[in-house]
T-cell receptor, first 111, second 112 residues
């Protein structure tokens, strides 16, 4: 069964304290992996799409990486405005009309 | 500005009533999706449509219905058969099947 897990469930960082969020997946052939940011009470905002192991993408303080079994979202020197829930989703090659979402990691950055 | 709009932002329903959630997009996207989000769980797919006048059930379609009469619009009806409808509902669209999905702001439905 295709599945996505994220860890940790919640993460509390001091401003400037770098860390990483993990997304582990089991799918029958990965077509794409997506990262979204979601603020409370709002819809998810698209961040990155990764397609193959070894691929990396960056946006401001965020960098996403992909291996054959997991993806990491690295946050460098975070600021309070980076506080949000970060969602990971995967798309299987055999059922690319759907994506499977993980439960998310809730990030709090304390000034 | 191109984007996805959902209305209303908040919706209250009495038990036994059907309610319809609106989703409109002006991105010229072919594919549209409806998800349900509950605390501590990932987004779960209710219905999706790859083209006008066609739609498919997702993982949790029971108690819901949709229509796709126009490319821009994909309304979701939550029927009285849905046993636990209180949730945050999200609409998304993508250029085509399998492409990156972009989300609307969501509708929070509460059953009184």
């Amino acid at each position: 069964e295709d599945q996505v897990t994220q860890s940790p469930e919640a993460l509390r960082l001091q401003e400037g304290e770098s860390s990483s969020l993990n997304c582990s997946y089991t799918v029958s052939g990965l077509r794409g992996l997506f990262w979204y940011r979601q603020d409370p009470g709002k819809g998810p905002e698209f961040l990155f799409t990764l397609y193959s192991a070894g691929e990396e993408k960056e946006k401001e303080r965020l960098k996403a990486t992909l291996t054959k079994k997991e993806s990491f979202l690295h946050i460098t020197a975070p600021k309070p405005e980076d506080s949000a829930t970060y969602l990971c989703a995967v798309q299987a090659a055999t059922s690319y009309d759907k994506v499977i979402f993980g439960p998310g990691t809730s990030l709090s950055v304390i000034p | 500005d191109g984007g996805i709009t959902q209305s209303p932002k908040y919706l209250f329903r009495k038990e036994g009533q059907n309610v319809t959630l609106s989703c409109e997009q002006n991105l010229n996207h072919d594919a549209m999706y409806w998800y349900r989000q509950d605390p501590g769980q990932g987004l779960r797919l209710i219905y999706y449509s790859q083209i006008v006048n066609d739609f498919q059930k997702g993982d949790i379609a029971e108690g819901y219905s949709v229509s796709r009469e126009k490319k821009e619009s994909f309304p979701l009806t939550v029927t009285s058969a849905q046993k636990n409808p209180t949730a945050f509902y999200l609409c998304a669209s993508s250029t085509g099947t399998g492409d990156t999905q972009y989300f609307g702001p969501g509708t929070r439905l509460t059953v009184l």
